[in-house]
């Protein structure tokens, strides 16, 4: 049956007699509209900032190190990687980069005072495959690779605590080598030790280590894949390239952050899952708020209703005014709800640090599951109301006081 417009012109006229009653009962489809639409924008700035900060360490990354050999003979000097192993990873297919590192404790000598620095070696790629921002100088090219410069660059907080202007330039002694700063560097994203680097490090060129550790063996090696999609493959090649171009016995933990990504899914699913239960019970108790006020309106307009279809007015067109009702308190309230959220969005996001990186994106889905819900829970919660109101019989509705 087709709803004839002076259906929605009743319904819209009830509405307007009862503004404060309509308005209370919109509240809670507000709410709960809000809620969809935070719940998903929640869920979307935590999968991103985690992403953000996995590809701020290195995006595509497979990394691993020699553990030892197998029985009583534990590290076997030509199992350990080389330049040689690095090389031959480059040429595996979907490798983009390729770098690697060896570490060592040492110390920094300032006025005469010496200072405990974690000194890092590493090869051309290093840079590129984790994200090093230069802050100020450049990273090592391949004529210091090549003739074994004597140059280094250091974090910002050894910069920060060697409470010069300008560094780059200087010359700094560390161990029995004096070497040339030729940039301050940070991590893009903070690694908090978890890393080689730590808040005091040199990086130096790595054919300089063997000086220091008397080889030119690789501690920690990185590969980077060209795309997401290839990185589990690219995991498997390098660990079947170890595999061939060593003894038997030798033994590489070769992994990525497939797991942590996978643990953030999880962990974004788990806390959207629950933010849906707080919005859903949100609109549910809307839902019982429309049908419970609707009830009450139905009893104190039992005489109008009465009216309507002494003069003509059929079950349905009565079903229908009471159900557009319904509709109309959930679809401005759902309006409204997702008006808010995005306000919140607007609001916010300017007041966030900039150097967090984070932007709070709004769903197209969310909005529209926002709407439709809340408007299918009005609909839903106002048809007993509805149904009770056309099942009215006119002479007994006349009577009413």
Not at 1 to 23: F, G, Y
Not at 47 to 53: D, E, G, H, P, S
Not at 217 to 239: G, H, I, K, M, W
Not at 377 to 384: A, E, R, S
Request: some cysteine.
């Amino acid at each position: 049956m087709k709803i004839s417009r002076e259906t929605w012109q009743v319904a819209l006229d009830a509405l307007r007699a009862n503004k404060v009653k309509a308005a209370l009962t919109m509240l809670g489809v507000v709410i709960g509209s809000a809620c969809i639409v935070l719940v998903v924008t929640i869920a979307l700035i935590g999968k991103t900032y985690v992403l953000a900060q996995i590809e701020g360490v290195g995006s595509n990354l497979v990394y691993g190190y020699y553990m030892g050999s197998g029985g009583a003979q534990g590290k076997n000097l030509n199992d350990e990687i080389t330049i040689d192993d690095l090389n031959a990873m480059r040429s595996l297919p979907h490798v983009a980069e390729v770098a690697g590192t060896h570490d060592m404790s040492s110390s920094l000598v300032i006025n005469g005072v010496e200072k405990p620095v974690t000194l890092i070696g590493v090869t051309e790629g290093f840079q590129k495959i984790r994200n090093l921002q230069i802050l100020r100088g450049r990273f090592f090219d391949h004529v210091d690779m090549e003739n074994a410069s004597k140059a280094c660059l250091i974090t910002q907080e050894l910069a920060s605590k060697l409470q010069s202007t300008n560094l780059v330039g200087n010359q700094l002694r560390i161990g029995e080598l004096t070497f040339t700063v030729i940039a301050v560097f940070r991590e893009r994203v903070a690694t908090f030790g978890q890393s080689e680097i730590s808040s005091e490090s040199v990086l130096i060129p790595f054919p300089l280590m063997k000086y220091y550790v008397g080889s030119n063996r690789l501690r920690t090696f990185y590969v980077q894949a060209d795309s997401s999609e290839n990185v589990d493959a690219v995991t498997a090649e390098v660990r079947g390239l170890l595999r061939d171009r060593h003894s038997p016995g030798a033994v590489y933990n070769v992994q990525n952050l497939s797991s942590i990504l996978d643990a953030a899914r999880k962990i974004s699913l788990a806390l959207t899952a629950v933010l849906m239960m707080v919005g859903g019970i949100a609109l549910i108790i809307s839902g019982v708020g429309i049908m419970n006020i609707m009830l009450v309106t139905v009893t104190e307009r039992t005489r109008e209703i009465g009216l309507r279809k002494a003069i003509g007015a059929r079950r349905e067109e009565i079903l229908y005014q009471f159900l557009i009702e319904a509709f109309l308190i959930s679809g401005v309230g759902a309006i409204l709800g997702i008006v808010i959220a995005i306000s919140i969005k607007i609001v916010v996001e300017p007041l966030l640090p900039p150097d967090m990186g984070i932007r709070i994106p709004i769903s197209g889905m969310s909005v529209i599951a926002a709407f439709v819900v809340s408007c299918a829970t009005g609909v839903l919660f106002g048809y007993l109301p509805a149904s009770r109101a056309s099942k009215l019989q006119p002479t007994e509705s006349l009577r009413y006081e």
